[in-house]
């Protein structure tokens, strides 16, 4: 049996369970998502998307909803970061905190669409195409429940949401799905965290979408530090309503099969859009980002820079798809790409995507791949700093560059910590 | 100090020969100019001295203090004691002033069996050593070089140098692209820095440094030789006549 099917069934097993115990609407968006994931299947080798990343490989046949192996716990970080600290266990809330600050709203996702159907419904799916992306099509598909975090109109949430990903399934596919608004004017930051969960060889494929209504701004960082026998596919769909910001870092530092998949459509004029990216790729590791920004409507910027520093045998790979529609004139997209692979049995493979249909826009983008600057590494020598310590420093101050677009100044400190503590075993 | 005999170096990667044949002695406490034509093989000099692996050394010696020069890594060179002002300073882009100085400084301590500087102790000594050259302080928060002027990056080199404290101490074309006051800036900041310990080599091509910086010897360097030295009038001799006469003299191609 293929493994797709197989997948479809154990779904809609629960799909009839869940209609049998009087069942709740939420069942009929899932199968909506079954029926797009059915029609399109796993990515196979011959898919350009997948071309470099042969994630499907990773849905062996033994692969399945039902986790019953239990579930091991990561290694926490940023506790001291002054802020709301949630917890999951597979992407979903260990509990509801107690005392919130008026306009934010957390819950799971299930609890609010029985709470407000037209809300929910309204929101859901909104960049999110199922006919396009089949893992987050299978995640939307199987996840049970999500979480709901709903920032009302003008409300500006000053404590930073920091979303501990603290318990994982030992194996099998975890599937969660994530719903942030920001309403009219509302602004909120949230920080996932996925710590080192060792040896947890679970499969997370989440869906995660963002929107921001009209001058709204929601700022997200994400850390994955899972262990070499994790895979993810982390599908972001963020939609942008009119002068509004969004803002993602997504730092990659674990995972022995990582797809960041980072969709954005700006669908309204005046949006800021800026996607950054960091990842290190060690061992064997497999860490691969696509980001798409789709420019439907025109007077928008989007800025992008991804950097990623490749070693041992790992695989680092990057596409940067930037689309600007034909009315969408003056836009300004910028996008940059730059990789440092640190030994020969590395690769990289980097490929922007330009598709302009609008006659009146400014688009630049740039890729570099290379070694260390050996002109820089001599200076440094130069000045007495030993060949180990002038690498570090180099390396650090790449992958720093990006850091250094986060906000809040803890984050900052603990990603330079594991930075060094990273590189440092590679720059001898 | 430093004993160059018969030094031939030639390009790495192609094999060209750049220094035919080099002999340079330099004493503790003396300050050596070494003018010559562009492409003569000055800061080739400076670069093998430095131990810069581009350049292959396939005959000669050098004689650092007592120790075989050529058997050191670039960064045991610097911890020893030689200091290289580049004429192309590189910039580096997120490493700041403070950390690179920091790292070099307490390297170099930690060679001659000091302990690392005290981070109030490192403050007191970067804040003394960047008035030397009227270095802006707010230069230090910077990335080392990045953005700065042509004159700050010159600068910053003789800041640099001041940090490290080092024997010898060779500077490569440290004064062009110095307006006349950053130029004096810098040679006052050299000037301070000389004593009976300190040997310079400043390659140049221009007599008004040595005006400032006044030289024991001058040497020209041609077509990868030393094939003239003399006190600091020869210096104004070149000036004058440029250097055919010398091609002339020594039957040098130039
Ligand atoms: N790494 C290299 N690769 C190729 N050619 C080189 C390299 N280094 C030096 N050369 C060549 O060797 C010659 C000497 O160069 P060098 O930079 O030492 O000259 P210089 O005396 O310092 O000149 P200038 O006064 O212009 O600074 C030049 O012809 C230069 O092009
Ligand atoms: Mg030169």
Redesign the interface.
């Known amino acids: 049996m293929q493994i797709e099917q197989k997948l479809l069934n154990e779904i809609n097993a629960r799909l009839e369970r869940q209609d049998a115990n009087g069942g709740n609407g939420w069942a009929s968006t899932r199968r909506l998502a079954a029926g797009a994931f059915k029609d399109m299947g796993l990515p196979t080798r011959r898919s350009e998307a997948y071309k470099y990343t042969p994630v499907a490989k990773r849905f062996t046949d033994n692969l399945s909803l039902e986790n019953e192996a239990g579930t091991v716990q990561a290694t926490r970080a940023l506790e001291q970061l002054d802020g709301i600290h949630l917890s999951t266990t597979n992407g979903l809330l260990d509990s509801v905190p107690a005392h919130l600050p008026s306009g934010l709203t957390i819950s799971s996702l299930v609890d609010a669409y029985q709470g407000n159907r037209v809300f929910v419904n309204d929101h859901l799916s909104r960049a999110f195409v199922a006919e396009r992306d089949a893992f987050s099509s299978l995640a939307a598909a199987a996840a049970e429940d999500g979480i709901l975090i709903h920032v009302a109109a003008n409300t500006a949430v000053d404590q930073t949401i920091v979303i501990h990903h603290d318990n994982v399934s030992s194996s099998g596919l975890v599937q969660p799905r994530l719903l942030v608004v920001a309403d009219k004017g509302a602004s909120v930051q949230i920080i996932e965290h996925f710590g080192h969960a060792g040896a947890s060889s679970a499969f997370e494929n989440r869906i995660a979408e963002m929107m921001v209504a009209d001058g709204g701004s929601i700022d997200h960082v994400l850390i994955f530090e899972r262990s070499e026998e994790a895979t993810f596919v982390n599908g972001l769909h963020v939609y942008q309503e009119g002068s509004s910001h969004y803002a993602t870092n997504t730092i990659t530092l674990g995972g022995g099969m990582v797809r960041n998949n980072l969709h954005f459509l700006p669908d309204g004029e005046e949006c800021e859009t800026h996607l950054n990216g960091l990842y290190i790729a060690r061992g064997s590791q497999h860490i691969d980002n696509h980001t798409f920004v789709d420019h439907a409507k025109p007077n928008c910027e989007s800025n992008e820079l991804f950097k990623g520093i490749v070693a041992d045998t790992a695989t680092g790979v990057f596409n940067g798809k930037i689309l600007v529609r034909q009315d969408s004139q003056k836009i300004n997209a910028y996008q940059s790409s730059k990789s440092i692979l640190l030994d020969r049995s590395a690769s990289i493979y980097a490929k922007p995507e330009l598709e302009i249909y609008a006659d009146d826009v400014r688009c630049s983008h740039g890729a570099t791949t290379g070694e260390l600057d050996e002109?820089?590494l001599?200076?440094?020598?130069?000045?007495?700093?030993?060949?180990e310590?002038?690498r570090l420093?180099?390396l650090?101050?790449?992958a720093?560059?990006v850091v250094d677009l986060i906000k809040e100044g803890s984050v900052r400190d603990y990603l330079y910590a594991r930075l060094h503590a990273i590189l440092e075993a590679h720059a001898s | 100090m430093l004993t160059i005999k018969n030094l031939h170096a030639s390009i790495e990667e192609d094999g060209t020969e750049i220094l035919k044949g080099l002999d340079l002695t330099v004493n503790a406490g003396e300050v050596h100019a070494i003018m010559g034509p562009n492409g003569s093989g000055k800061s080739t000099l400076a670069s093998v001295l430095?131990?810069?692996?581009d350049y292959e050394v396939t005959e000669g010696s050098i004689d650092f203090d007592g120790e075989d020069l050529l058997e050191m890594?670039?960064?045991e060179r610097?911890?020893e004691g030689l200091?290289?002002a580049?004429q192309y300073?590189?910039e580096?882009?997120?490493?700041s002033m403070s950390?690179?100085l920091k790292?070099?400084v307490n390297?170099?301590r930690e060679?001659r069996g000091e302990e690392p500087l005290s981070a109030g102790d490192f403050l007191k000594l970067m804040k003394e050593k960047a008035a030397l050259v009227h270095l802006d302080p707010s230069l230090k928060t910077r990335?080392v070089n990045e953005g700065f002027s042509g004159g700050e990056k010159k600068r910053n080199e003789i800041f640099?140098l001041a940090m490290?404290d080092p024997k010898l101490a060779i500077l490569d074309e440290t004064d062009s692209g110095l307006d006349i006051d950053a130029l004096r800036i810098v040679a006052d900041g050299v000037n301070d820095l000389r004593g009976e310990d300190r040997a310079f080599v400043v390659i140049t091509h221009y007599q008004r440094l040595l005006d400032y910086i006044v030289p024991d010897f001058v040497h020209v360097l041609v077509d990868g030789k030393i094939v003239m030295s003399g006190g600091k009038e020869l210096a104004l001799e070149l000036e004058e006549k440029g250097y055919d006469w010398i091609k002339a003299d020594t039957g040098q191609a130039v």
């Open positions: 002109d820089a001599f200076y440094l020598r130069a000045r007495g700093i030993p060949a310590k002038a420093l180099l650090e101050a790449f720093r560059d | 430095a131990g810069r692996e890594e670039t960064d610097a911890r200091f290289l580049f300073p590189v580096l882009p997120g490493v950390n690179f790292q070099a390297s170099v060679h990335s640099q490290l």
